[in-house]
């Protein structure tokens, strides 16, 4: 059998266009099942001896790293790629090398790329953790970095940062159109490898799907299925999808290769596209031979047109890359993820300094000896004081990028609103200083992008010089209720 082509990630890194997923081990072990992780390692061997020799797994998918582990521990030679979702919180050197070195400890050895998700970019040691985790790449205790689940915005505060990210592992696929816009272009300008996921839409683009009708929520047995389901809901609903899946159909008969292969090919062509991850059930099953049949072809002019009108009339996911994890709607198998998410440590916590009245302390040693707060709430209102992009250990974040700038700002502005009780959508004024007018567009685009939904009255001025080395300055008021 063929080898899947392969493509250099890095110098030194050589992987097939074709990475294997193992999140469904998580789905195959839940319930209490386990999986013969002897078995699961011989599969992994299958695998690699195939020329699919690049495994992608995470800490929480249920007992996948323990399996590759086994599997290299035994002599396997292939890629690994793992994942650290740490909760929110103090990202210090103890907490971030323990956390990586749980993974480690598993697989017995240094992954490829050890990839960085963060649930809520609210908390701002999330540059902490990946600050750190250049450190160990610089001691050679890291091979390379990855980050999954980035939005635009915050790969871009990464990348501006100092921090070598190497890839960006997200949805990408015909449902899910996201990444094909400002994501790729910012990877393609500083040389990010997006890792995309989710091409196969849970196995709904495939042929056993074509003409059936919409399955109940209580039909669907697996967690990618659960998934899935939300994003055709979200792209336009079942009818269509439906017209997208006879199109492609179409396509698949006119080039003899299967639905699935034209759902992948058309992800894998994009230029900022270095590999797919297509999901395997080890133990259970293999589609090594089909997903082959991916290089056997290549899409045409026509066939793109053809898929082009098919999607007329559906609606694009909402928001960026990666927004399913951190706001409604909530596209992900466990469907509302609010709960979680409000379950987390705030960054700021209150004090009420006098009855009926909150303020909020970011731990600036200039607050106290100012006499002002971060963000102080009367009644329903909340007053949130002129703020830069100075991290909590007094750096600037993204010197020279005013558009960075502005996207740690409006964190650092909506954690204090969330610490009072408020939300980013109950804003109704902003006001923002530049120190050089010309860069009215870049912050005004990131202003745009977070409140889209509240759309505050806003005064944007350009000042004489702000203090210190900051090119933006916002403060803000909400209304609550």
């Known amino acids: 059998m063929p080898h899947p082509p ?7 890194l050589d992987i097939p266009r074709i990475v294997t997923g193992l999140w469904q081990v998580a789905d195959q072990e839940r319930d209490g099942r386990t999986l013969d992780h002897a078995a699961a390692a011989a599969t992994l061997a299958d695998y690699a001896a195939a020329g699919f020799d690049a495994f992608d797994m995470a800490d929480h998918y249920g007992g996948a790293e323990d399996i590759a582990g086994l599997f290299r521990k035994q002599g396997g030679q292939a890629a690994l790629f793992t994942k650290w979702v740490p909760t929110p919180g103090p990202m210090t050197r103890d907490v971030v090398r323990a956390g990586v070195g749980r993974s480690l400890d598993r697989l017995g050895s240094i992954p490829e790329i050890m990839q960085f998700h963060w649930w809520s970019f609210r908390h701002p040691a999330w540059l902490d953790a990946l600050r750190e985790m250049a450190a160990m790449r610089a001691e050679g205790a890291l091979q390379h970095i990855g980050v999954t689940n980035f939005d635009t915005d915050h790969l871009r505060v990464a990348v501006r940062n100092g921090v070598p990210v190497l890839t960006n592992q997200l949805s990408f696929s015909l449902l899910d159109r996201r ?20 091409t196969l839409g849970g196995g709904f683009l495939s042929e056993r799907w074509v003409d059936l009708d919409e399955p109940a929520e209580s039909d669907i047995a697996d967690w990618s299925k659960m998934k899935y389901r939300r994003f055709i809901g979200a792209m336009g609903g079942w009818g269509v999808f439906q017209r997208l899946l006879r199109e492609v159909q179409a396509i698949a008969r006119r080039h003899g290769v299967s639905v699935s292969n ?22 259970e099953s293999e589609h090594r031979a089909d997903n082959l049949r991916l290089f056997s072809f290549a899409l045409d002019e ?17 928001g960026d890359c990666g927004d399913e994890y951190r706001k409604p709607p909530y596209l992900t198998a466990a ?11 705030k960054i700021y916590g209150t004090t009420e300094f006098r009855p009926g009245r909150l303020r909020v302390d970011s731990g600036s040693v200039w607050e106290g000896l100012c006499g002002y707060s971060r963000a102080v709430r ?8 002129g703020t830069t992009a100075t991290h909590t250990d007094g750096s600037v974040v993204c010197p020279g990028d005013p558009g960075g700038q502005a996207v740690y700002i409006l964190d650092k502005i909506a954690a204090a609103i969330e610490a009072l009780g408020g939300t980013i959508d109950d804003v109704v004024q902003t006001r923002i200083w530049l120190r050089d007018a010309n860069h009215w567009e870049p912050v005004g685009r990131v202003h745009g992008r977070v409140f889209a939904t509240a759309r505050p009255a806003n005064t944007l001025v350009e000042v004489g010089r702000l203090v210190g080395d900051y090119l933006v300055e916002i403060e803000a008021e909400a209304i609550v209720g």
């Open 262 to 283: 034209v759902a992948t090919r058309w992800v894998l062509e994009h230029p900022a596209v270095g590999a797919v991850i297509v999901g395997a059930r080890l133990t």
């Open 179 to 198: 990444a094909a816009g400002d994501m790729s272009a910012f990877c393609l300008a500083h040389g990010v490898r997006i890792l995309a996921y989710g």
């Open 302 to 318: 026509e066939d793109r047109a053809r898929i082009e009108t098919a999607l007329h009339g559906s609606r694009p996911i909402p």
């Open 378 to 385: 009367v009644g329903d209102r909340i007053l949130v004081s």
């Open 335 to 345: 469907g509302d993820l609010s709960h979680h998410l409000d379950s987390l440590p």
């Open 6 to 12: 392969r493509i250099a990630l890095a110098p030194g």
